[in-house]
């Protein structure tokens, strides 16, 4: 039922009593049938997507298959068929509670994928049916298909495979963004990473490694050494058997002139750090010429700079420069 209540029959009109002398009166106009065809159903779609429905452990994740009427695009938007979708820290906070930005369960997590135009809205001149792009949007990648704003769709490289274009956006752009823009790293200057194991710390290490004589310090379980060593970490650091500090005040008594940091440990020293948070004086921040910066991507709202970036990121992967590092592949 539509819920709608039905009509109310209307009272029929008596039927007026026949005189022998008189005509029959002439019969109404039958009404004409109706010549158009009955309308066509619409199309739907059916697709697979992981659903947060609730916060807390793994378990809220749930695998489920969704079914809608078929997209019908604004102006300026793509439907895009996902080949690979991205997993960060970030949606790991999500699924705790702990991303404000993230709407509340039931929610499609996910803000990096690759894939394949389907379809394309009005007013979309520089995307097309079967071209293969990065996704950077706003939540909703874990899903077999989504549509989104051309211009969060950047082309993809020949060379380039779909598991690298989900994993290079959110990590690379934040490095970028904090080495360059924020940071102002130049020729001769030195960085600490802390995590540079991990996806933002490679993708860090690998933009050092375009800026010539840049000296990289990097923190990391012992473990993963050998790992970072290969991307180009000058001096590595076991942060949970050494004083970070002391170990780079031996090789570099001025210090690190730029760090870039990661989160560090778990997800429960990260809860307890957030808790307590620092407490900093910035009368003594001025008269020894430093600065602290913080930095989160899903604040940018200048999407010309992310845009810029992207371009000058699949630049750089072009030229054979930075190139993503895939930690495990998972079948949806």
């Known amino acids: 039922m539509s819920g709608e209540e039905a009509p109310t029959q209307q009272q029929q009109p008596e039927q007026q009593e026949k005189k022998p002398d008189e005509p029959p009166p002439a019969a109404a106009d039958a009404p004409e049938e109706a010549t158009s065809a009955p309308a066509a159903e619409e199309k739907t779609l059916s697709f697979r997507a992981l659903v947060l429905t609730g916060h807390g452990g793994y378990d809220k994740v749930k695998l489920q298959v969704k079914t809608q009427g078929e997209p019908r695009l604004q102006p300026g938007e793509v439907l895009v068929r996902v080949k690979a979708c991205g997993l960060n820290f970030g949606e790991l906070l999500g699924r705790m509670g702990m991303d404000e930005l993230l709407p509340s369960p039931p929610v499609t997590m996910g803000v990096e994928g690759s894939g394949v135009i389907e379809a394309v809205g009005e007013d979309v001149k520089e995307r097309k049916v079967g071209d293969r792009v990065i996704v950077l949007s706003l939540g909703g990648m874990w899903q077999e298909v989504v549509v989104v704003s051309a211009n969060r769709t950047f082309p993809m490289p020949e060379q380039m495979s779909f598991e690298e274009g989900a994993a290079l956006s959110?990590?690379?752009?934040?490095?970028?963004?904090?080495?360059?823009?924020?940071?102002?790293?130049?020729?001769?200057?030195?960085?600490?990473?802390?995590?540079?194991?991990?996806?933002?710390?490679?993708?860090?290490?690998?933009?050092?490694?375009?800026?010539?004589?840049?000296?990289?310090?990097?923190?990391?379980?012992?473990?993963?050494?050998?790992?970072?060593?290969?991307?180009?970490?000058?001096?590595?650091?076991?942060?949970?058997?050494?004083?970070?500090?002391?170990?780079?005040?031996?090789?570099?008594?001025?210090?690190?002139?730029?760090?870039?940091?990661?989160?560090?440990?778990?997800?429960?020293?990260?809860?307890?750090?957030?808790?307590?948070?620092?407490?900093?004086?910035?009368?003594?921040?001025?008269?020894?010429?430093?600065?602290?910066?913080?930095?989160?991507?899903?604040?940018?709202?200048?999407?010309?700079?992310?845009?810029?970036?992207?371009?000058?990121?699949?630049?750089?992967?072009?030229?054979?420069?930075?190139?993503?590092?895939?930690?495990?592949?998972?079948?949806?």
């Open 170 to 332: 959110v990590n690379y752009v934040s490095a970028y963004l904090m080495l360059f823009e924020m940071a102002n790293v130049r020729p001769g200057k030195s960085v600490l990473i802390h995590m540079a194991a991990g996806g933002v710390g490679i993708a860090a290490t690998q933009l050092c490694q375009t800026v010539q004589d840049v000296t990289v310090f990097g923190t990391a379980s012992a473990s993963k050494h050998e790992t970072i060593a290969q991307g180009g970490v000058t001096h590595l650091i076991d942060y949970r058997t050494k004083d970070y500090v002391a170990e780079i005040r031996k090789i570099s008594p001025k210090g690190a002139t730029n760090s870039v940091t990661g989160p560090k440990k778990n997800l429960l020293a990260v809860a307890k750090t957030w808790y307590n948070q620092l407490s900093l004086n910035t009368l003594k921040l001025m008269p020894a010429n430093k600065a602290i910066s913080g930095f989160y991507l899903g604040h940018i709202i200048n999407e010309e700079l992310v845009s810029r970036t992207m371009f000058k990121l699949l630049e750089l992967y072009g030229q054979g420069k930075i190139k993503p590092h895939i930690d495990s592949k998972l079948p949806l």
